[in-house]
Structure formats: C-alpha cells, structure tokens
C-alpha cells in the first residue's frame, strides 16, 4: 500500500521493478479481507489488527537497523511500550497515547544504561523513533475506529491510501517519464504522483462525502493531503532503507517484502486523517 506511483520514468512492469506483482495483489487482497471483516463484525478486532502489525512492524524495523547500521534498539521495551500505545489510545485517545509513549521514554533510557557509553545516544534516539514512527503514528488509525461513526472514518482513510497507490501505479506504468526522486526511490516518477493525486482527491470526495455526509470538496483535500502523506511515507522509508543498506525491511509478505514494508504510506496517513476528519466532520 506504498502510495505516490512506484513505476518509474521508464514505466517498468513490476515484474521488472523486481517484484512479483501477483503475489503483491494476493497479500493485498487478503490483508485487505481481514480488516474489512474486523471493521464489519467487531470494531475492537481492529485494535488487534493494528496491534499485531505494530509488533510485526517494530520487530522488522529494529532487525533491520542491527543488520544495517549495528543499532541496539532496546527491543523488550519498545515492543512492550508499543502494545500500550496502541491499546490505550482505545479507551483514553491521545491522553492514553502519550503515557505510554512517554513511560516507554524512561524505561528505554533506563534499560541501555547497562551496556555503557558506546553508543547511547545513538541507540536511545532510535528506540524512540521506533516507537514514534510505528506504534504512535498507527494508534491515531485506532482513534479513527473509536468514534462513533469509526468504521466510515477507517474506511476513508483506508480508500484514501490505496486509491493513491492505485492510481500512482497505473499512470506510473503508462505515463512515467519524469522521476520525482531518482536518488532515492527512482521507479517513482511525477507523472505516477499526480495519477495518486487524481484519484485520492475523487475518493476522498467521494467517500467523506458518501461515508461521513461530509462536504465534497473538504473530502477532496483530506483525499490530496492523504496522498501527500502516503508518497511522503513511501519516499522516507525508501530513504531508511537506502541509509541502511537494505531493499526491504523484511520477507514476510511475498511480492511486498516485509510489513513494514506496507506499513509505510499508512502510518503518517493514520495521522493526517485523525487530524483532518476531526476537523472536518466533528
């Protein structure tokens, strides 16, 4: 669900792009079912969801920085921390958010004290940037869910994502001829990024307007904004794993590499969409 258009100037097929477009559409697909039968059934298995990809998720990322770059991420709290950031921002929100995130603070300046000096506050800011790009960033896609009107709200956000990849994609492969970043992610063209722009303003149009009885073209600028956050989060994590040394975080998903992976356009998008639907529809 990487958003922004990831077929390059030359408009590569993803088989050549070195990914295995239809194992990538099954995993998408089935992920896909999965929240959707949480959204539809209870909403609570959502927060599981979103849990079990946050652990995933932070796991994948601090293997990958020992593997890359030999930072210790203090991993028992950071996944600890991470599980209360996300389970507490269901019954307290933001107030909930923060004293996990900031009780995680402590515990991983305490818990790197006993390997000394050598590289402290390099290993601290990264467990901290763990869990503020993970699990803070995902708990805000757990306060779309709270609301009464939660489901439209996940659902907004979720079409918003994958309508921005989608539509990225598609004028990427037959349009792409200007890459937007070549020294970091050079499949992704401007061409691909105004086809994301495209199609998220329609759908967010469309589904603010349709879900949430929302004004059309407020659903146009959380769709524009979304597709800002997801090409953003795509290009930042590319640039991770560029400094790193690695193509992707992890091997879980066939066609995707790891959930990380898939993680990355959904995560600062969680946080647009919070802000911005708490604003337009209250």
Do not use: N
Not at 44 to 50: A, C, R
Not at 245 to 263: A, E, I, S, V, Y
Request: aromatic residues 8%; contains cysteine; hydrophobic residues 55%.
């Amino acid at each position: 669900m990487s958003g922004g258009g990831e077929q390059g100037a030359a408009g590569k097929s993803a088989s050549r792009a070195g990914r295995d477009l239809r194992s990538a559409i099954a995993v998408g697909v089935g992920l896909g079912a999965v929240i959707l039968f949480a959204l539809f059934t209870v909403r609570q298995l959502f927060v599981g969801i979103v849990a079990v990809a946050v652990a995933v998720s932070m796991y994948e990322l601090t293997g990958a920085l020992k593997r890359g770059a030999d930072i210790r991420v203090a991993l028992v709290p950071v996944l600890l921390g991470g599980q209360a950031v996300v389970w507490l921002a269901w019954p307290f929100g933001r107030d909930g958010v923060l004293a996990a995130f900031v009780v995680t603070v402590i515990v991983c300046l305490i818990w790197r004290l006993k390997d000394g000096a050598d590289g402290y506050l390099r290993d601290v800011t990264a467990s901290i940037f763990t869990v503020v790009y993970v699990a803070v960033f995902a708990s805000f896609a757990v306060m779309l869910v709270v609301a009464d009107d939660g489901v439209a709200r996940v659902l907004c956000f979720l079409i918003g994502v994958v309508l921005s990849d989608t539509g990225g994609y598609a004028a990427g492969v037959f349009f792409g001829k200007h890459p937007m970043a070549p020294s970091i992610s050079p499949k992704k063209s401007w061409e691909g990024f105004a086809g994301s722009m495209v199609a998220g303003m329609v759908g967010g149009g469309l589904s603010v307007g349709l879900l949430l009885d929302g004004v059309w073209w407020h659903g146009a600028l959380f769709g524009a904004a979304l597709v800002v956050t997801a090409t953003t989060g795509d290009l930042v994590e590319s640039l991770i794993k560029r400094d790193l040394g690695l193509k992707d975080m992890g091997t879980l998903l066939p066609g995707h590499g790891g959930l990380m992976d898939r993680m990355d356009s959904l995560l600062p998008s969680a946080v647009v969409s919070w802000l911005l639907l708490h604003a337009f529809v209250p």
